[in-house]
């Protein structure tokens, strides 16, 4: 069975541009909340810009929470977080308050507090691969990606795949099992960001 | 380390290509589309498009256009012009833009760019502010609806961060498609005053004005004449930039 892979919209933006860089490297995505679509779907994309709390009411007003984590937690299915959609597993974020998330990875969502940078941090920036993830097959270490965002994943390092450094050190890329995510936006770091994408559609279930 | 950007600013009057000089003298200088996929072709770091007359005609921006763009755009891309709702905001980055630039609007009602910013993150929210030098040398903001305001451009800035904008937009009208330099001036004096990242915007004619502001204390530079008459490319600033010592992505 060839994959089908879903493009999870909850309000968020930036849905056509991951869509797009999808069938550029030759895979088609739908974008959907529908919750049938989801479970038929054999890999969940969830991209997403904006505040972390109005993410995770949207989620929750479509019925989509149970169904992530059933899809996710309990079937396994590859997953790939993108930008807010990494930070969304974490299990809290401080963002506007304290809102909690999906819960999936020990973490939590902060501000960058150094008062000698400027936020948010947008931008190129080079990820340093920490543990080896093939997300990143074909792409040189240190390569630049894009990002924008104002508050940053804070966890152990265990999971982490990519480090970036923004005054300190913070994780720009996440894997557990089948569970992957990247603080930075592939769909806009042109070259090696398509080749991310690429590497996700060409992966195969555990 | 976070690289110095380098934008191509495309301008739009009337869905066609333009470029101007001081904000006049529009020459339409081809098609949108095609412009697009040769900057996405030369790898640039981000592009953005403002529609000028959006704002007076009270025209909505083309979301048909921005879908046609963003199409061929790998990059970050920034959309403004007659962006005065939330639910304009909801239709360009649903359409395929990533941030979106305000100018009348944040003028008009300072408080849309706190309910923008609160709903869709800083990070999506440029202000753009535009600057003129009276003949007395002080800063004036100039807006093309509203004519001149009589408000301090720096503070206007600072009120801009507090309200929630995660970016501003500083182009020097003065220096607009005139390619001697960028207001370095203005942009010191600027940089000063706002801890977010600023976009320089208007005078570059050669490489080296981007390293000229950059260490005045631009983040990223826009610029579009040099990209239009000239023969040099965004990756021909960015090997000078390096030269400079310099960070950005070759």
New interface residues.
């Given amino acids: 069975m060839s994959d089908s892979i879903v493009i999870i919209d909850y309000g968020m933006g930036n849905l056509r541009s991951v869509q797009k860089a999808f069938e550029h490297v030759g895979a088609s995505a739908v974008i959907s909340n529908d919750p049938i679509v989801i479970k038929n779907s054999t890999k969940i994309v969830l991209p997403g810009v904006g505040a972390f709390k109005d993410a995770m009411q949207n989620l929750e007003s479509l019925g989509l929470i149970h169904v992530l984590n059933t899809e996710v937690i309990e079937k396994k299915k590859l997953f790939l977080g993108i930008c807010l959609g990494m930070q969304i597993i974490a299990k809290k974020s401080y963002e506007f308050g304290e809102t909690e998330g999906l819960g999936w990875i020990d973490a939590e969502i902060v501000r960058f507090t150094d008062t000698a940078l400027k936020v948010p941090h947008v931008g190129w920036n080079s990820v340093e691969f920490e543990h080896s993830s093939p997300l990143f097959d074909g792409i040189p270490d240190e390569s630049d990606f894009y990002f924008v965002h104002s508050y940053y994943f804070d966890a152990d390092h265990h999971y982490a795949s990519g480090i970036t450094e923004y005054g300190d050190k913070f994780i720009s890329a996440i894997q557990k099992e089948n569970i992957f995510a990247v603080q930075f936006h592939p769909e806009k770091s042109q070259k090696y960001g398509l080749k991310i994408i690429e590497n996700f559609v060409g992966l195969t279930s555990c | ?5 380098i934008i191509p600013c495309v301008l739009l009057k009337n869905w066609q290509l333009v470029k101007s000089i001081q904000f006049r003298d529009f020459r339409t200088i081809g098609h949108p589309i095609s412009t697009v996929r040769i900057y ?1 072709a030369r ?1 640039v ?2 592009l953005i498009v403002l529609d000028i007359d959006a704002s007076i005609n009270n025209e909505e921006i083309n979301l048909e256009l921005i ?1 046609d763009m ?2 061929e ?5 920034t959309i403004g012009g007659g962006i005065r709702t939330i639910e304009n905001i ?1 239709q360009v ?4 833009a ?2 979106i630039a305000i100018n009348t609007e944040a003028l008009e009602n300072p408080d849309f760019i706190r309910q923008a910013s ?7 929210i440029v202000v753009s502010i535009d600057v003129k030098r009276t003949e007395e040398g002080q800063y004036k903001i100039y807006n093309k609806k509203l004519g001149e305001i009589e408000r301090d451009p720096f503070h206007w800035a600072k009120e801009c961060e507090s309200l929630g904008a ?2 501003i937009l500083l182009t020097s009208i003065d220096n607009e498609g005139l390619q001697n330099g960028y207001n370095l001036e203005l942009l010191s004096k600027m940089a000063k005053f706002v ?3 600023i976009i320089i915007n208007g005078g570059c004619g050669i490489p080296q004005h981007c390293s000229d502001a950059i260490m005045s204390g631009a ?2 530079v826009a610029a579009s004449s040099i990209f239009h008459f000239s023969q040099f490319t965004p990756n021909d600033i960015k090997t000078d930039m390096k030269q400079n010592g310099l960070s950005v ?1 070759i």
């Fill in positions: 380390m976070l690289k110095h950007r996405n790898n770091d981000e879908r963003s199409d755009c790998f990059m970050p891309l909801y980055l649903n359409a395929g990533d941030k609160n709903i869709f993150g800083s990070q999506c995660g970016e801890n977010i990242p983040d990223a992505r």
